[in-house]
């Protein structure tokens, strides 16, 4: 790849791809080729055909840490933003594709901004190009980005990081800073930083792992999964996930989790604060809340254990399922005023019941109530314990009910 000087502060450079595409010498032939003039056309032929779909440059600049890197993309393509521990930007480019000769590139340095742009110099239906970027900046250094399309991939920076891009992947591992970054159809991983902030796809999974802020993590239709992570850094900690269709699984969140999927099911490990979950269809499982519930399901069972100090902060509980077997585990010395409500419809008649280690008066409605659509008999069970300060409020169709002491 060619080394080009970079230009100084304050100076633009554009770079025009059709003056260094011509070949400047005849390809030599190969070892054992002459004399042999079919591997020589073949050796032509493989030179050719390299150079024509890929070319190089290498720019290079005078930053200092705490900069900025603008990358706008109308061409799209890859981007790959490395810290390293030079105060000198490096780019590579790469063009590629059919179309690659009428990519213009253009860099323009202005203070402690650095702005990389490609675009394509004449309109046209369909094209054939991209313009795929590796870039070298110092440690703490910001990035921006608008890519028509193409994969984003940030490693060791310290600094925001902000932008998009139309359809590809998202990497980011060893940051440290804000983030809002969001690609329109591709999985987003995130893993080994400390950053705050969001991280959102249109179509694809997140995965984000041993990552210490308050980052949001949504897919319009993807699985979300945080692992190892938690809230540290600065206010607010409390895990966000949405996704419009796939699975939710947190492992871990001692300051609270909010979780919505229109469709797919949600766990949540080792929790603190409160959790409130909500699935369009699917099961739910909490394995240990240290704090309050509100739990639904249009369809799906649920599964939840309160451990802690029973008489410590807020202890309500409300769960909901629409068809499913609800089993709450509350610690044994927990006040609370018990109200259970279990329907069933004709078919399930004599089928599911509500079990209790708390002392409740159980009732059966005698006749059928058509007031939710199908006939339905409705099951109820109410208790209060001590004072009745937690408010425990159970609701499940065609489904069985435990309450179960620890």
């Not at 639904?296 to 909901?320: E, H, L, N, Q, Y």
């Not at 509500?354 to 109820?380: C, H, L, N």
Request: aromatic fraction near 4%.
């Amino acid at each position: 790849m060619n080394r080009y000087p970079g230009p100084s502060h304050g100076s633009a450079v554009h770079y025009d791809t059709e003056a260094d595409s011509s070949p400047s010498r005849r390809p030599a032939l190969w070892p054992g080729s002459r004399g042999n003039p079919q591997w020589a056309v073949a050796a032509l032929l493989l030179l050719l055909v390299g150079a024509s779909a890929l070319q190089g440059q290498r720019r290079e600049f005078d930053v200092s840490p705490g900069g900025t890197l603008e990358l706008d993309l109308e061409t799209g393509g890859s981007v790959k933003v490395t810290g390293w521990g030079s105060n000198t930007a490096q780019v590579d480019a790469e063009l590629s594709g059919r179309d690659r000769d009428d990519v213009e590139l253009s860099f323009d340095q202005r203070g402690d901004r650095l702005v990389v742009r490609s675009r394509m110099r004449t309109e046209r239906r369909r094209t054939e190009a991209s313009a795929n970027f590796v870039v070298q900046v110092p440690h703490r250094f910001s990035v921006v980005i608008d890519s028509s399309g193409g994969n984003i991939e940030l490693h060791d920076l310290d600094g925001s990081f902000t932008g998009r891009t139309m359809g590809g992947q998202i990497d980011l591992s060893d940051l440290t800073g804000d983030v809002d970054l969001v690609t329109l159809g591709g999985n987003i991983e995130v893993a080994d930083s400390e950053v705050d902030g969001r991280v959102s796809t249109n179509g694809g999974n997140v995965d984000i792992r041993n990552v210490v802020g308050n980052l949001d993590g949504k897919s319009m239709g993807g699985n979300v999964r945080y692992a190892d992570s938690r809230g540290a850094r600065r206010g607010s900690d409390v895990v966000k996930v949405h996704t419009m269709g796939g699975r939710i699984e947190v492992p871990e969140a001692l300051a609270g989790a909010e979780l919505h999927t229109m469709g797919g099911p949600i766990r949540v490990g080792r929790a603190a604060g409160f959790v409130k979950a909500k699935t369009m269809g699917g099961s739910i499982e909490v394995e240990e809340i240290d704090g309050w519930l509100e739990l639904m399901t249009m369809g799906g069972d649920v599964t939840a254990v309160m451990v802690g100090d029973p008489s410590s902060g807020r202890r309500d509980v409300d769960i909901v399922s629409m068809g499913g077997d609800i089993h709450l585990v509350v610690p044994q010395g927990l006040e609370m005023e018990i109200s259970i409500e279990l329907e069933f419809t004709r078919s399930h008649e004599g089928r599911h019941q509500i079990v209790s280690d708390f002392p409740v008066q159980i009732e059966t409605s005698p006749e059928r109530s058509r007031q939710k659509g199908s006939a339905r008999k409705t099951m109820t069970a109410t208790g209060r314990i001590g004072s009745g300060a937690a408010k425990v409020t159970i609701r499940t169709v065609n489904g069985d009910v435990r309450l179960e002491k620890r």
